[in-house]
């Protein structure tokens, strides 16, 4: 069922990632995790869709907020980043899916692990833990190309400030802050053992970025005797769109 | 094998389209693969959707395990690649 969203905000988080706020008369609610398919229809009648993973946290409110990153060749997230206005409307249908959630009755040790704008469903999470005073203990592992990438950087450092069950570490994969001790790379298995939860605490793991970053990743964890049923993923594929 | 590694998502991007057939989240659904027996989350399926269709394959074996079509106002869909799906209806 395709509901009209009217856009009443934007933000931009990075130069190439913008926050699109949308309310949505009748919008049933959703889950920290989950994403909603967008539908755009040209005048000709040309329709595409393409799925965004929801950045907020659930509320009644009727608002959900998408944060979208352009891709250069892409053929939506071009227009939904730069063309798109407060006040226009799109079409969206969701909330969707009901196996990479984070509900907030889970009280076991949590693992975020994110690939650049796979940031996004996991920030719903930390946002749901927020609102929903969670104390469910939360680490973040954030790879990203270089300090300019982060999404969402002062309320995530805000939330790791004042509240001590959500702890955030980044990893930089092309550039990093200055004096940062480890240089440019890839999450490897060093870094897995220094900053995620050591599997003897059972945590149940949320990855979601590139298909090459998921797969990287759930091997590093598997590595580190993490069951694979404690392992949720969702991937973006090689080109970030997911249709 | 004759897909590459690199070019699938998983499970989750057919629940839109999948959500206009079942009435219930068919991705935390656990379904049986026809051809290995493994029983995983339909989120944990592999799935392309560069074919004019979606497919999603077995996690394990890469065996076909559903095929959707969309083809105007109709949807084929192909599930003779598991055994079952159960799916919580609560």
């Known amino acids: ?243 | 094998m004759s897909t590459d590694a690199a070019d699938y998502l998983d499970g989750n991007a057919a629940a839109g389209d999948l959500s206009k057939i079942f009435v219930v989240d068919v991705t935390a659904a656990q379904g049986q693969c026809a051809n290995c027996g493994a029983i995983r989350r339909f989120a944990e399926a592999h799935l392309y959707m560069q074919a004019p269709g979606v497919v999603a394959r077995c996690a394990v074996c890469d065996h076909i395990l559903l095929r959707l079509v969309n083809a105007g106002p109709r949807v084929f869909l192909d599930v003779r690649g598991l055994t079952y799906l159960r799916l919580d209806t609560a």
């Open chain 1, 1 to 243: 069922m395709w509901r009209v969203g009217t856009v009443v905000a934007l933000h931009d988080e990075t130069a190439t990632a913008r926050t699109i706020t949308f309310e949505v008369p009748d919008w049933p609610g959703h889950v920290a995790g989950q994403h909603v398919d967008v539908r755009l229809t040209a005048p000709d009648g040309y329709s595409t869709v393409r799925s965004y993973s929801i950045a907020s946290a659930p509320n009644s409110d009727g608002y959900v907020e998408l944060t979208v990153e352009r891709l250069p060749n892409g053929e939506v997230s071009p227009y939904l980043t730069q063309e798109l206005a407060v006040g226009d409307r799109l079409e969206l249908r969701g909330p969707i899916g009901g196996w990479f959630v984070w509900r907030t009755e889970q009280t076991e040790p949590i693992q975020l692990i994110a690939g650049g704008s796979g940031i996004v469903p996991l920030m719903a999470m930390i946002r749901s833990h927020a609102s929903a005073a969670s104390t469910a203990l939360f680490r973040l592992l954030y790879s990203v190309r270089e300090p300019g990438a982060i999404f969402y950087r002062d309320e995530l450092q805000t939330l790791s400030d004042r509240n001590h069950s959500v702890s955030i570490a980044y990893a930089y994969t092309r550039a990093t802050p200055k004096d940062w001790p480890r240089p440019p790379s890839r999450i490897d298995a060093a870094l897995i053992a220094n900053t995620t939860w050591p599997s003897n605490l059972a945590p149940t793991c949320y990855l979601c970025g590139p298909t090459s970053f998921v797969e990287s990743a759930t091997d590093l964890l598997i590595a580190f005797d993490n069951g694979r049923d404690k392992i949720r993923t969702e991937r973006f594929g090689p080109t970030g769109e997911r249709k």
